[in-house]
């Protein structure tokens, strides 16, 4: 299996990242992403180490290959993904978002429905399965960039001013077919092999051009990459900085100078209806959205233990008013950890022979997302009070002797000498004070779009002719003329 030192390998390969208006000469040791680089090496190295828990023999080689890149078959299935999926979370606190786990579940889900992409032609079907076999074979890190940019969001992508705002299709040749335009937000694209290239929201017609699904290497010539302001880059230590030194996945606004994709490589092509079937009428959205709410389980019971701990050092967790506000994070915890775990147990299986995550449950959950969130980050700012501004500027003034004095007096508490005090302060302030922590809270509330598209989801997918049957079986059991007493 791929290991960590292999993956850092691979990030050598000319790929144009562009920070500060410079090119990024050396993506594995530059500032901006030597932390998350080497975290994602980590996962690399703990799935290789651990093939029991973290992989299943590949239908092609008979090799352990990691269970990302599973098509699901039973309930057991879903169970030993679930669990690997979760050793991940547990590995990045759940603060990866876009680990490579996330895009391997569209493209194996993808790969299990190859006749929905073969209506353009057999080969793209063939793609589709040979580019899942490369990624499963190799444990490729594919990110994807699926939004187009926000130029002018009152209209389609054909009615922009100008025509390629969005990636599209530029010509198509013999050989493959030349990408003009820009997508967004291309998370972890900076440290990843492949991009994954579509479009998730609503086309129209007239907007074949960019009705496109594809991959493409990360050092495509012409692609360029523009992140974010890098919260890793200029931070005084991993002590002061915990969490933006080791998990700044980035995101970049990704851009097409007129990149050749060559036709092995595409899945769609300029077809509206396609572009938004491979989302629903295959379970990629479902697979991968299972794969997030994971993660987002493994983030909220770090935050819940984040809040206790504070709160013992505090030496105020038995007060009741305490004990609620932990009570009420412990329960919106629990709720989408819930949810999860009844998606799993009321599985579906579809046409092909897939089983996967039951949507009603799913959808339920990330229609929570974008509020649970922020409620649990508010009582968890509420719960550190002003303990997260009495820590020193940096770690050096542990260094000084009678500044060392100082902080030892006066930044301790019972159990908790001042260094360790200051250290756990500092990491309830990655997440609820720094850039870092604001970005998060961001990416989840936005995390499926506008909060009214995961609620557009549950709507969707919820049986509401169980809840109607209840409503219309207590109508019929009285009238105008019913007596109290019963039923009947």
């Not at 699901?72 to 690997?84: E, G, N, T, V």
């Not at 594809?214 to 890793?232: D, E, Q, S």
């Not at 880059?233 to 002590?239: I, L």
């Not at 950890?337 to 089983?355: C, D, K, Q």
């Amino acid at each position: 299996m791929r290991t960590g030192s292999s993956y850092l390998a691979a990030l050598a390969d000319g790929r144009e990242i562009m920070i500060d208006g410079e090119l990024v000469k050396d993506v594995a040791s530059h500032p901006a992403f030597a932390g998350v680089c080497r975290t994602v090496a980590g996962l690399y190295d703990y799935i290789a180490a651990n093939p029991d828990e973290m992989a299943f023999s590949s239908p092609l080689s008979g090799r352990p290959v990691s269970l990302a890149h599973i098509i699901p078959r039973s309930i057991d299935d879903l169970r030993r993904r679930r669990i690997a999926l979760t050793r991940v979370a547990e590995h990045t606190f759940g603060l990866l978002g876009r680990s490579p786990e996330h895009v391997a579940a569209f493209i194996a889900a993808f790969a299990s429905a190859p006749e929905l992409f073969a209506r353009q032609g057999a080969r793209f079907g063939e793609n589709v399965r040979r580019f899942h076999e490369k990624v499963r074979e190799e444990h490729l890190y594919v990110s994807y960039a699926i939004i187009p940019p926000q130029v002018d969001r009152s209209k389609t992508a054909h009615e922009q001013a100008a025509s390629h705002i969005p990636a599209g299709v530029l010509k198509e040749t013999a050989d493959g077919i030349v990408i003009r335009g820009a997508q967004m937000l291309g998370t972890a694209a900076a440290i990843s092999d492949y991009l994954f290239l579509s479009c998730i929201q609503p086309l129209r017609p007239g907007d074949e051009d960019y009705a496109i699904s594809l991959v493409v290497p990360i050092n495509a010539k012409g692609l360029r990459l523009y992140p974010r302001r890098p919260y890793a880059q200029g931070q005084p230590s991993v002590f002061d900085y915990p969490l933006s030194t080791r998990f700044d996945e980035s995101d970049s606004l990704v851009v097409f100078h007129d990149v050749f994709v060559p036709w092995e490589n595409v899945f769609i092509c300029r077809d509206v209806a396609l572009t938004r079937a491979q989302w629903f009428e295959t379970p990629a959205h479902i697979l991968g959205n299972t794969q997030a709410q994971i993660r987002l389980v493994t983030k909220l019971k770090f935050l819940a233990g984040l809040a206790r701990k504070i709160c013992a050092t505090n030496g105020v967790d038995k007060i009741p008013s305490v004990a609620w506000d932990l009570g009420e994070i412990a329960s919106h915890a629990s709720v989408i950890e819930g949810m999860v775990l009844a998606a799993e147990s009321a599985a579906v299986t579809n046409a092909n022979g897939v089983v996967h995550p039951n949507p009603r449950f799913l959808y339920g959950a990330m229609a929570l997302q974008a509020q649970l969130y922020p409620r649990v980050i508010h009582l968890l700012r509420e719960l550190t009070g002003g303990g997260v501004l009495q820590v020193p500027s940096s770690a050096r003034e542990f260094e000084v002797a009678d500044a060392a004095e100082d902080l030892a007096r006066y930044v301790q508490s019972p159990g908790a000498p001042a260094e360790e005090r200051v250290k756990l302060f500092k990491l309830a302030w990655e997440m609820i004070g720094s850039e870092f922590g604001g970005r998060h809270q961001q990416y989840e509330m936005f995390y499926a779009g506008a909060p009214f598209v995961a609620k557009n989801y549950a709507f969707l997918n919820y049986d509401f002719r169980e809840a109607l049957d209840l409503v219309d079986s207590c109508l019929r059991g009285y009238g105008r003329d019913s007596t109290s007493g019963g039923t009947g």
